[in-house]
């Protein structure tokens, strides 16, 4: 799982750029093909062609907004493995 995060504080000074940048990162997601996601994620991560190829068959970048019911689901996971007891409500995170 990843998320792109901008601060509060960006958001708020400068509204426009951030906009921007979302409605970029949300195109470039759902332009993205599977043959670009793995070479690009070879370059960064240094993973074996076939932990890629494993990777991807649940991976998807076409759809990058969080619905609360995934975010809850996250949420439940984040508990269940001791990683947060009291993760931020969906409304404060998203």
């Known amino acids: ?37 793995k070479q690009t994620a070879g370059k960064y991560f240094k993973q074996s062609s076939d932990v890629l190829d494993i990777s991807l068959q649940w991976i998807s970048f076409d759809d990058l907004d969080i619905s609360e019911e995934t975010y809850t689901l996250l949420t439940d996971k984040v508990k269940k493995y001791g990683l947060s007891d009291n993760p931020p409500t969906y409304e404060e995170f998203v």
Do not use: M, P, R, W
């Open 1 to 37: 799982c990843c998320g792109l995060v901008l601060t509060d504080k960006f958001i708020e000074n400068e509204a426009d750029k951030a906009k921007s940048f979302v409605e970029s990162y949300k195109k470039a997601g759902a332009a993205l093909d599977t043959e670009t996601a």
